[in-house]
């Protein structure tokens, strides 16, 4: 087949045909609308697309959509009609066509024209309805978005909500402690205010005695005295009435206090009583662990019983059967003699055997009881094997505590006695010496420092009177019990507590503690206090509270 032609409304050539017919008349022949009937029925065949659709025409099913918007609809079957435009018509069936239309009667081609309207009609209408598929569509999509945009929004919006929350907080507890300290202030004020204005009152009070008092001798002046007065008791009554706004703002405040300390203290028992519940929580679970260990041992001892009682059973049983057996033997030897006896006897076996099997079941139900009881406290004790791995975990870590805590105290008391070997004399820190001799080389020589460092220098080196005055630190001949050494600006890195002063009062006394037994004591009270943190674990170990669970579980 040759390329297919895409044509988008009837054919002018054949119009123009069509219009030379009517002008000359009709020349209709059988064979011709043949023909065209033949072309017209053949025509949906060479316009069939490769795959098939079952569905009414016109459908939104049989119309895919074009990526540019353009729509390729499926012609429908022969009778009815056929889309003049975006339809895919082979060059042959149009030239065919052509052929054929132009010896076609006026009928034809008024059928063929409304043909090709009413398919016109049909692709519009197929038109309109992807244009509609399209817009539901794209509604759709813009819904989708809008849903998951204002789901962003609300997830931002909860996310700012906790932060907001969360400075709230902070500044609450800021402006809680500023109120406080704030408060503190206020009532130091009032309180040197009520003061200021009772001793004001107790003044205005004497005054208005001695007023009183002279009145008598002054009965001239009555008048004036009774303004003043009368002027001096408003303001009295001014201050009283400050003064008992003041306490009332006070009592206020107080009570607020008061109110404030109540509510944290109800928080801290909470918080303790919640604790306390906790490590309730943890004996119980222990307690329960205990018990269910307990309970699994009995019940293991009762399924071996059980066990016990199903195997004597069964050996009963296999021991009536055997005893059955011999006494069908007998019945066999002795017949008709012995019937009556084997009769009885096989009762009271059939009997036994009934016994026996209900004795079995029994043992069979007390056995499915029992194990489901062990599943229950498989169960249980799968719930509680987690809070036996974190006391095995703490229990580890208390062990490494104690085993670095042993170690520690063992090279504290081997240091100790390395020390005590030695002569304090020959222990001198050499670092300490170094940076004060730096610094001595460092200085001016009119630098007062100088001659400090050099006196510091001394000091740790316990130099005697000699040396001293060789080094130019005293006068020859001068006593030096009154030379004061100045407190050095120099400090030095060393865990050696008050290191100057031992220093500084070495050179006074020798009889005080040297560098070496300072060192000496600082590790001795090292060594108590590790041995002092080995025993805390311990006893909080032994104690129940050191086996509770953490808050997270």
């Not at 034809?108 to 090709?116: A, I, N, P, Q, Y």
């Not at 406080?180 to 309180?191: F, H, P």
């Not at 009556?340 to 209900?358: I, N, P």
């Not at 063992?410 to 004399?425: G, Y």
Request: charged share 35%.
């Amino acid at each position: 087949m040759s390329d297919p032609v895409q044509s988008t409304g009837p054919n002018p050539k054949s119009k123009k045909k069509n219009k030379k017919k009517k002008g000359g008349g009709p020349k209709p022949g059988n064979q011709d609308n043949a023909a065209i009937d033949g072309h017209a029925n053949k025509a949906p065949e060479f316009l069939e697309p490769d795959d098939e659709d079952t569905g009414p025409p016109g459908s939104p099913a049989d119309t895919p959509i074009d990526v540019n918007g353009d729509s390729e609809e499926k012609l429908p079957p022969s009778g009815d009609p056929v889309q003049p435009s975006d339809t895919v018509i082979p060059t042959e069936l149009s030239n065919g066509l052509h052929t054929h239309t132009t010896k076609a009667t006026e009928s034809g081609e008024d059928d063929t024209e409304s043909r090709l309207e009413a398919m016109a009609r049909e692709r519009d209408d197929l038109k309109a309805m992807v244009a509609d598929l399209r817009e539901s569509l794209e509604s759709i999509h813009k819904k989708h978005e809008e849903d998951l945009g204002g789901i962003r929004e609300e997830l931002e919006e909860s996310q700012s909500a906790r932060e907001h929350a969360e400075s709230q907080y902070q500044k609450l507890l800021g402006k809680v402690n500023t109120i406080r300290s704030q408060l503190t202030e206020r009532l130091k004020g009032d309180a040197e205010e009520l003061a200021q204005a009772q001793e004001k009152i107790k003044e205005l009070e004497e005054r208005n005695e001695e007023l009183e008092s002279s009145a008598d001798g002054f009965r001239e002046d009555l008048q004036t005295a009774s303004n003043d007065n009368k002027r001096q008791s408003e303001e009295i009554a001014d201050l009283r009435n400050r003064a008992s706004l003041s306490q009332q703002n006070w009592i206020k405040e107080r009570d607020e206090l008061i109110s404030r300390e109540a509510y944290a203290r109800e928080e801290f028992e909470t918080a303790r009583q919640a604790m306390l519940d906790w490590e309730i929580l943890a004996t119980e679970e222990r307690s329960k662990k205990e018990s269910l260990a307990d309970r699994v041992g009995e019940l293991e001892e009762q399924l071996g019983t059980q066990r016990e009682a199903y195997d004597r059973a069964a050996a009963d049983r296999d021991s009536q059967s055997q005893t059955v057996e011999s006494l069908q033997r007998a019945l066999k030897d002795i017949q008709e003699a012995r019937k009556k006896e084997l009769r009885e006897m096989v009762e009271q076996s059939e009997t036994q055997l009934g016994a026996l099997r209900k004795q079995h079941e029994l043992a069979e139900e007390e056995a499915k009881v029992a194990k489901q009881e062990l599943d229950r406290t498989t169960k249980e004790l799968e719930r509680a094997t987690p809070f036996e791995k974190e006391v095995k975990e703490k229990n580890l870590l208390i062990g490494k505590l104690r085993h670095e805590a042993v170690i520690l105290n063992d090279h504290l008391t081997k240091a100790l006695r390395f020390l005590k070997q030695r002569k304090p004399e020959d222990m001198v820190d050499r670092q300490l010496v170094t940076n004060h001799f730096l610094q001595f080389l460092a200085l001016d020589r009119s630098d007062p420092k100088k001659f400090q460092v050099l006196q510091l220098t001394a000091a740790i080196l316990c130099w005697d009177d000699e040396q001293r005055e060789r080094a130019g630190l005293s006068r020859p001949g001068a006593s030096n019990s009154t030379l004061r050494v100045p407190m050095s600006p120099f400090r030095r890195t060393s865990s050696i507590p008050s290191l100057t002063d031992a220093s500084l009062q070495g050179t006074h006394s020798p009889s005080k503690e040297s560098l070496a037994e300072l060192w000496s004591d600082f590790l001795e009270r090292e060594a108590q206090e590790g041995s002092n943190r080995s025993r805390r674990p311990s006893t909080a170990h032994n104690s129940p509270a050191s086996e509770k669970p953490p808050p997270g579980l």
